[in-house]
Structure formats: structure tokens, C-alpha cells
């Protein structure tokens, strides 16, 4: 009779809290113990954590809360490395701390903890950044509205909610926005 192991479909799970300087990470391997570290804000230390991560798994599923503009960096560098990488609501992340620990008191381990079980039940949005996806569409996009010279003004819907706008003037300059 042939045995399966449920370790090797286990993925390994990686929640990061973000944060200008430096970052908490949890990761919880295959076998369930959870290794705690942070990590610099800098290419260096991403190339670090990215060789652990490598010995640890080709493919981790990582979820982090994106906070100001601090998580595109690492979310990118991630992507690129073939990592699953998913965002956390910040709201969901404030809920089930107060329900998990009685409490609103924040702290990055803590908000660790909730990054992680909130990656675990499913909790989490598929990371895509929108500047990296369609930067190669600006240009075709926007050929297309200015061969149209009729309209006056110009809208060319995009991936998801990204909207690049073209206004005509009357001495033919041009104004182009990207809305997203």
C-alpha cells in the first residue's frame, strides 16, 4: 500500500509585517514550528531572506499588510522570485486582533501572528502590482486616443479600477493621467 505524506502538500507560510526600517517575519514550515526574524528594508537583507526562504521551500505562500508605499519593494522582490504573495486587509488585521487577543494593543510580533492566521484561513488578496502591470500599455493606450482627434475628451479603461485619461485642448496639447 502506498503512503502519501500530507507534509509535502503543506505550503509554507510566510507573514510579514511591513514597516519603514525593518520588518517582522513569521514563518510557519511544513512541519508547524514557526521561525521568528526581521529584515532590513534593503536589498541586501531581501537577497538574505530570499536564500532562506529558497531552503525552505521553491514556492512559500507570503501575505503581508500593505502600509503606505513600504511593501512594494519586498512584495515585488517576492513576486519576482516566484513566491505567492498575498495582502491583508488592515481592517481584517485590526478585527481579529481584538478578537484573537482581547485586546487593540499592536506590536509587529503580534501583528505577525495575525498576518499569518489570516494567510491561513484564506483572508488575503492576490498581490498585483498595477504600476509594474501596465506601464507597457501607456504608450499603445495612448497612440489610440490621440489618433482620435475628434473627441475632446478621452477615457480607455485599463486592468481593474486604473483609468488613463487623455484630454484633447483646442491647441492641440495634450494632458494625460493615470487614475488608479
Known amino acids: 500500500m502506498k503512503r502519501f505524506s500530507v507534509a509535502s502538500k503543506t ?9 519603514k526600517v525593518q520588518h517582522e517575519v513569521l514563518i ?24 532562506f526562504l529558497a531552503t525552505l521551500s521553491i514556492s512559500c ?11 512594494r519593494p519586498l512584495a515585488n ?11 491583508v486587509s488592515s481592517i481584517a488585521c485590526h478585527r481579529t486582533r481584538e478578537a484573537r487577543f482581547n ?10 501572528q495575525v498576518i499569518l492566521h489570516l494567510l491561513k484561513g484564506g483572508v488575503t488578496q492576490r498581490f498585483s502590482d498595477p504600476l509594474g502591470r501596465r506601464q507597457p500599455r501607456l504608450p499603445r493606450a495612448f497612440r489610440n486616443l490621440s489618433a482620435d482627434s475628434r473627441s475632446q475628451s478621452a477615457s480607455l479603461p485599463l ?8 484630454v484633447f485642448s483646442g491647441s492641440g496639447a495634450v494632458h494625460c493621467e493615470l487614475t488608479i
Open 61 to 71: 505562500e507570503v501575505a503581508l499588510e500593505p502600509t503606505g508605499d513600504y511593501h
Open 77 to 87: 522582490f517576492l513576486l519576482r522570485r516566484g513566491h505567492h504573495v498575498h495582502f
Open 11 to 19: 505550503p509554507v507560510w510566510v507573514a510579514i509585517d511591513v514597516a
Open 159 to 166: 486592468v481593474d479600477d486604473a483609468l488613463f485619461t487623455a
Open 28 to 51: 510557519e514550515r511544513r512541519d508547524g514550528r514557526r521561525i521568528r526574524m526581521t529584515v532590513a528594508n534593503t536589498l541586501s537583507a531581501f537577497e538574505k531572506f530570499a536564500t
Open 103 to 112: 485586546s487593540w494593543d499592536k506590536n509587529d510580533p503580534k501583528d505577525a
